[in-house]
């Protein structure tokens, strides 16, 4: 089950096969065949989500689009110009350079982090010593708001009083202090640490979670057989929440595409465009120079390329003749 | 079990209703509106929390509301640049407030131009008194075509502050001009100390000084500002001069991130020694840093140059059109922007702020003993300075696109991504992406 | 072999634990130092145990009404958002029938969406609906944000259920909405739990929508008060550290009590099987 399963719903991983998934067959669809037995349920828990869902956040989605494809400062009367905000983007060295920035995000949050949080949610399922209050510490993080932790990553790597350069030069290592968010070197990767400083916590819950709704049944059977800790890690437990490390990764990926208030916050995006990510630039497009059509274009864009990042898997696996 | 959940559906539904019923009552409960009924007028404004000015600019509005019953005052505010973003949203939907405090015409002229901003040219001609209290010359960055759309709200001095003990200590004399800064920054970085606190803006400020002072001619600057043709060899010059100081280690390690009030914290803790920016920070310099500073001239890098320093207005007080098309708005309006523009406030903002207003000194009823010396000594300084010695901030006169077009390549020059000969041809390329 | 793994796996967690307290109670430190004191020594130990800076960053930040509103601004958006989210994800993942991808994909579309483009948009329909500078714009917003995630991940575990019980609990009769109060929302409530206190903490924390929608300060959330600190008028690091410690530590208290909620459904034994 890869990421792009999780889009596949189904009434239970362990249902037996007769189980189809298509009405007016055999199993449970069956007895709840009747209108009010399963369309009426359906109705009414969906529909209320579906309206607000639909009017507020659709709608404004479909704004949005719309708006792709006009020159507007948002004030003024909008001009229409067809597909030429999206012929600049592709053109425009900013939106490449954000483009390049937000896939390194990306593969940070991806290689990083998410190990990260599945090895802190294992040792906890694994009730290391003091798992309870050590879940609470990691999850801190989480909470504390975006603006506050940009102030404190921003104290953090302040290149001439900070709490990094100080503590280099106090331990001699004076020659090893850097200008963290200005130098090329560094700058992307320092500006995407409090992303991960504060998602990890979240990954983690998220797959501690699922760890512990997993049968216990077959991991004590995988210990009976005499599997070894890291064979039963990564041969039983490791593809048993494969669908829930998938849905955290489809979390990272997004996130990386939307994330702009660490950005803003902690270096506008520059110095000269050099910590631009996707979210960052749209946001300063539309809201700060006034290129409300541009920011707008940007921003579909983006919607167009996560919504690729889940469907091209999917298309892919089906080609390859695997599941159903 | 199925009367029990119908009853318990119908007492939910009942208190609902209820509570709608009494909600909707409470909102109506208010009274009837009368001839006598106060005005709201919605003011918007970024002086508040950590700014300077909110020391002095918060309890004045506080004043005005409490002097004013006939005037509903709603006040939004939102810290620093915030609030350009906000009133931006609120223009989109049509929403503005009514006053408002905002950058002139280069942050402005979208909403000027889409007509969402009164002139002001009627009302100023009904008071001259008004127009009387500020220097011609400072409504200059709030009008556009021949309108004159703000109340200024204050004056920027681009000031150099220095610490005369610690440069005597170094043994360096006052810097008059650029070589001497060059040459006195080793001695000064010698302690470990940072010889100039400027951050990035502050850098493309020098360099607009620079500019300015090596085309030394108001006109010809503007001109050059709006066209970016005729004076390449100048700007050059001005760019590497730039590059040179940062070369030679006078400016902080980390100037691109480094946030202007931050900066100023590095002069106040005694990290560095002297300090180049924008004179609304003033009311941050810490008392006993105060003691040991002196205000002087930028250094500069023409000493034969008749031009000494940036001076302007950039910030003004303005009236929505929707409040001016309302004749009670518009009189509300109008006395509370004469209000929080007028010398009772600027004298507030003088004494306790430090903020130099755009109304002479000399007019304004201050109490002498507390306003700091050195903004005496920056404003005095100014004062002395004849026309063709004061020059804005070039980039006073270009629209927020090309501005943030300049903010851009000055940053670009800074961190080296383009040579100084280049950047005059940059310049023209920004200004020709903005038109 | 044994004692080296456990080494290990404790400097790891530890490690990774003192990340965070290191941070924090050097945050804790910095609130009680004044500017001079912390570019001094900005490892050390405070002066003086001084709380001036905690209550100059109550008052500048106006924080006593902002804790309110955002308490009842992400209580209320989160009942909401997670009730609304709940009833799709059951339907989505157990009752079977044609659209049920499609509509999982319409709501896991949304999370590809970023939210900060569609401000505009909203600010007008929260203005045509005559609540926008209200904390009901806050709380309808905040609830219909999260449903993409909350969707998803609700879904997904609705999935990961064992089809048995829903099939014995068709067996024995029961119909669609028994079997989603009664079956399947206990046995996901570590992850409604989780759920909730994500969408809890977002709403919590959320600044953008809640700087532009509310402007009249008796509305106003705590990142609004925060923000009075932030970056280009940050200059005082003891006030700016002295207002993420107010602003962190009642929410941890928070967490920390609705955390053994959570821990006692996981601990019910309904997962087994």
């Known amino acids: 089950m890869t990421a792009t399963a999780v889009l596949e719903p189904t009434i239970g991983r362990d249902s037996p096969p007769s189980a189809p998934r298509t009405p007016s067959r055999r199993g449970p669809s069956r007895r709840l065949g009747s209108w009010r037995r399963r369309w009426l349920p359906l109705l009414v828990l969906v529909l209320p989500a579906l309206a607000l869902y639909g009017w507020f956040f659709l709608a404004s989605v479909g704004q949005t689009a719309y708006f792709s494809f006009f020159d507007w400062n948002a004030i003024s009367t909008p001009e229409f110009i067809g597909i030429d905000n999206f012929v600049e983007i592709a053109q425009d060295p900013v939106f490449v350079r954000a483009l390049g920035n937000t896939a390194y995000m990306t593969v940070l949050l991806l290689v990083v982090q998410l190990p990260l949080a599945f090895l802190l949610a294992w040792f906890l399922y694994r009730r290391v010593r003091g798992h309870g209050f050590l879940r609470t510490v990691y999850f801190i993080p989480v909470i504390i708001s975006s603006v506050a932790v940009a102030l404190l990553f921003g104290f953090l790597y302040e290149t001439n009083f900070g709490l990094i350069n100080t503590a280099l030069r106090g331990l001699g290592l004076g020659s090893w202090t850097r200008n963290w968010l200005g130098d090329q070197a560094t700058a992307m990767t320092a500006v995407t640490l409090p992303l991960v400083w504060t998602h990890y916590g979240l990954m983690m819950i998220i797959l501690l979670a699922a760890l512990q709704g997993l049968s216990k049944d077959v991991l004590e059977a995988a210990e009976v057989d005499g599997v070894n800790a890291r064979q039963r890690l990564w041969h039983v437990v490791l593809p048993m929440i494969r669908g829930p490390i998938g849905v955290c990764a489809l979390l990272s990926v997004t996130t990386a595409f939307k994330v702009f208030d660490f950005v803003l916050l902690l270096t506008q995006g520059g110095p000269a465009s050099l910590t631009q990510v996707t979210g960052s630039y749209l946001y300063q497009a539309g809201y700060q120079q006034f290129k409300y059509g541009y920011g707008s274009a940007i921003a579909t864009t983006v919607m167009i390329m996560v919504a690729l990042c889940f469907v091209l898997p999917r298309l892919f696996r089906r080609r390859r003749g695997e599941g159903r | ?423 005059a041809q940059a310049y023209r390329d920004v200004l020709a992406d903005a038109s | 072999m044994r004692a080296i793994g456990t080494g290990v796996r404790a400097v790891f967690t530890w490690g990774m634990a003192f990340f965070v307290l290191a941070l924090l109670a050097w945050v804790g430190f910095t609130a009680m130092k004044s500017n001079s004191e912390i570019f001094a020594s900005p490892f050390g130990l405070p002066e003086s145990w001084s709380l001036d800076n905690f209550t100059q960053a109550w008052e500048v930040g106006g924080l006593g009404s902002a804790f309110v509103n955002s308490g009842i601004v992400a209580l209320l958006s989160v009942a909401l958002g997670l009730g609304l989210a709940s009833c799709v994800a059951y339907a989505v993942s157990c009752i079977p029938f044609r659209g049920s991808s499609a509509l999982l994909l319409v709501f896991a579309f949304g999370l590809g969406v970023p939210l900060q483009s569609l401000i505009v948009p909203t600010f007008l329909k929260m203005t045509d609906l005559g609540i926008r500078d209200s904390i009901w714009s806050l709380i309808l917003v905040y609830a219909v944000f999260s449903l993409p995630k909350a969707v998803f991940l609700l879904a997904a575990f609705m999935r990961e259920v064992s089809g048995e019980i829903v099939e014995a609990a068709t067996v024995d009769g029961a119909g669609h909405f028994r079997i989603f109060g009664r079956v399947v929302l206990p046995l996901v409530r570590p992850a409604l739990a989780t759920v909730g206190i994500i969408d809890f903490i977002g709403a919590w924390n959320e600044y953008v929508y809640a700087s532009v929608l509310v402007s009249n300060p008796g509305a106003r959330t705590l990142p609004l008060g925060l923000a009075n600190f932030q970056s280009e008028y940050a200059s005082s690091y003891g006030l700016v550290a002295a207002g993420i410690v107010l602003s962190i530590v009642p929410v941890i208290v928070v967490y920390i009590a609705f955390q053994r909620n959570v821990v006692e459904g996981l601990s019910s034994g309904a997962l087994k099987g």
Not at chain 2, 123 to 147: K, N, R, T
């Open chain 2, 1 to 423: 079990m199925h009367q029990v959940k119908a009853s318990r559906w119908l007492t939910l539904a009942a208190a609902c209703a209820l509570g709608a019923a009494s909600l909707a009552a409470c909102s109506t409960a208010q009274p009837e509106p009368s001839d006598d009924a106060p005005v709201t007028i919605r003011l918007a404004h970024g002086w508040v929390g950590e700014v300077p000015q909110a020391a002095a600019f918060v309890p004045a509005i506080e004043d005005y509301a409490a002097d004013h019953p006939e005037i509903d005052l709603v006040v939004e505010e939102s810290a620093g640049n915030a609030i350009g973003e906000k009133i931006a949203t609120q223009m989109a939907a049509g929403e503005e407030p009514d006053v408002f405090l905002h950058w002139g015409v280069n942050r402005s002229s979208e909403y000027i131009e889409a007509g969402r901003v009164a002139d002001l040219t009627d009302l100023l001609d009904a008071h001259p008194d008004v127009e009387e209290w500020f220097d011609p010359a400072s409504f200059s960055a709030a009008q556009l075509d021949g309108g004159t759309y703000g109340l200024p709200m204050s004056t920027y001095i681009h000031m150099f502050l220095y610490d005369e003990q610690a440069f005597s200590d170094a043994g360096v004399g006052a810097p008059e001009t650029l070589d001497d800064l060059l040459d006195a920054v080793p001695a000064l970085a010698a302690e470990g100390a940072i010889p100039l606190s400027a951050n990035i803006t502050a850098q493309r400020y020098l360099f607009e000084l620079y500019v300015a002072q090596l085309i030394d001619d108001n006109e010809e600057l503007r001109e050059f500002a709006e066209t970016g043709e005729g004076h390449d060899s100048e700007v050059a010059e001005a760019a590497q001069a730039i590059i040179d100081l940062r070369e030679a280690g006078a400016f902080p390690q980390g100037a691109e991130s480094l946030t202007t009030l931050p900066s100023l914290e590095l002069y106040n803790a005694g990290q560095a020694l002297s300090y180049y920016q924008d004179s609304w920070t003033l009311g941050n310099l810490s008392p006993e840093v105060a003691d040991r500073t002196v205000v002087g001239l930028a250094p500069a890098i023409d000493a034969s140059s008749d031009v000494k320093m940036v001076s302007g207005s950039n910030y003004f007080v303005y009236m929505s059109q929707k409040a001016y098309d309302d004749p009670a708005k518009r009189d509300a309006a109008w006395d509370l922007m004469t209000y929080l523009a007028g010398p009772e406030v600027a004298a507030r903002l003088l004494e306790v702020s430090d903020a130099p207003s755009a109304i002479p000194m000399d007019e304004l009823n201050l109490d002498e003993s507390e306003i700091s010396s050195v903004v005496t000594d920056l404003i005095e300084m100014r004062d002395e300075l004849g026309p063709d010695e004061i020059v804005p901030l070039f980039e006073q006169y270009l629209s927020p696109e090309a501005l943030a077009g300049l903010q851009d390549l000055a940053e670009r020059l800074l961190i080296g991504q383009v040579g100084a000969d280049d950047v």
